[in-house]
Each structure stands twice: as C-alpha cells, then as structure tokens.
Antibody
Framework: QVQLQESGPGLVKPSGTLSLTCAVSGGSISSSNWWSWVRQPPGKGLEWIGEIYHSGSTNYNPSLKSRVTISVDKSKNQFSLKLSSVTAADTAVYYC????????????WGQGTMVTVSS | EIVMTQSPATLSVSPGERATLSCRASQSVSSNLAWYQQKPGQAPRLLIYGASTRATGIPARFSGSGSGTEFTLTISSLQSEDFAVYYCQQYNNWPPEITFGQGTRLEIK
C-alpha cells in the first residue's frame, strides 16, 4: 500500500526558507492523484497549503501563494515544499497527503514532521 | 474563500451513546465534503467522503449526511477509541480550494 514520509529540517530561522520533501513508497507518484501539503500549528486546526500533479501542475492556498512552491521529482518518486520568508506563525506540523481523485478527499497521510521557526 | 464552521467546539458524550457533529459551509459545496478523525500525535484519518460514503475500513457506526451547506457526522454508539478531534473539509473545483473546519473535540463524559 502507498505510504508517505516527510523529511527536512526541524528548525528554520525567521525570514528563511522552509524546505520539506515527501517520499512516496508502495506506489507511483505518476498515478492519477494530486499530492498535497497540509499543516497544523500546535494546538490548532488543519490548513491546506497546496497541491501538485505529476505533470507539474500546481494549485496553492491563496493566503500562502506568494510564498509557496511545490515541485515534483518523478525519478525519485517524491514531491517537495518550499515556503519562503517564514515567521513564527509558520511553526507547525507539516503533513504530506494524497488527494484521491475518486474520493475527492485526502485518503493517505504521512506521519507529519514538526517544523519550528526560531532564531 | 469557503469558510467551514463546525459545532460544537467540544462535545461530551458517554460511551455507548450517540454523537452528532455538525459542519456548515459558507456557500454550497454540493457533496464535496469529507470528515476526518485525528488522535493526539497522529495524522488525520479519512472517515467519510462525498458527504456520506465511508472510507475503507471505517466501522458502520460512523455515518455522514447532508449536502449543499449543512452536513452531519453521526457516531451511533461511541467506543473508547472514538474520542478524538473531528474535522470536516470541503473541496471546491474552481478556483481549486480545500478548506477545513476548525474541528470538534469529542470527549468522554
């Protein structure tokens, strides 16, 4: 079965760029699904960041669009998130998730990785 | 942006009883509504999609209903493992937009 695993630095300095990667195993990133990033600040709710298709097409949350870049590497079966000009408000658990076209929902999630923005 | 509002924020129910959670959309989302369960330290888990279809492996005590702007998640007979936070989530085709409700915490009474 498909599994997702996030990786990347757990600490990022203010004004810097947050970079995370999600490795897809047990299936192909080139399947008919979109791949998303979702975050959750400590003690708060879920926020969709954006998504990518294996073709490279992307959609972003308008509130984050100016700072977000999501990319795909089909050769490595993974996709990545870059969030620039980070502040303490970007401190959160970051999840990667598969958007299932059939279900129109996130059916598979990574375990999440905590990223803290602090000097 | 479509805003999803869940109520109540916290629901206290005894094991074996029924729990009813509500989710309201600021505009119609048709049946593009999903429900997730999240336990502490874990990723969310898909329960319901298409407003009323249970995801694979989800027990029959979980049911979803509604369309348009009003949705309900019902847990018919609460088990100890059901106490968690529940989120609704909508999907809008154009512009592509995914938003979550703020969550309902289901706690043991």
């Amino acid at each position: 079965q498909v599994q997702l695993q996030e990786s990347g630095p757990g600490l990022v300095k203010p004004s810097g760029t947050l970079s995370l990667t999600c490795a897809v195993s047990g299936g192909s990133i080139s399947s008919s699904n979109w791949w998303s990033w979702v975050r959750q600040p400590p003690g708060k709710g879920l926020e969709w960041i954006g998504e990518i298709y294996h073709s490279g097409s992307t959609n972003y949350n308008p509130s984050l669009k100016s700072r977000v870049t999501i990319s795909v590497d089909k050769s490595k079966n993974q996709f990545s998130l870059k969030l620039s000009s980070v502040t303490a408000a970007d401190t959160a658990v970051y999840y990667c998730a598969r958007w299932a076209a059939v279900a129109v929902a996130f059916d598979i999630w990574g375990q999440g990785t905590m990223v803290t923005v602090s000097s | 942006e479509i805003v999803m509002t869940q109520s109540p924020a916290t629901l206290s129910v005894s094991p074996g009883e029924r729990a009813t959670l509500s989710c309201r959309a600021s505009q119609s989302v048709s049946s593009n509504l999903a429900w997730y369960q999240q336990k502490p330290g874990q990723a969310p888990r898909l329960l319901i999609y298409g407003a009323s279809t249970r995801a694979t492996g989800i027990p029959a005590r979980f049911s979803g209903s509604g369309s348009g702007t009003e949705f309900t998640l019902t847990i018919s007979s609460l088990q100890s493992e059901d106490f968690a936070v529940y989120y609704c989530q909508q999907y809008n085709n154009w512009p592509p937009e995914i938003t979550f409700g703020q969550g309902t915490r289901l706690e043991i009474k």
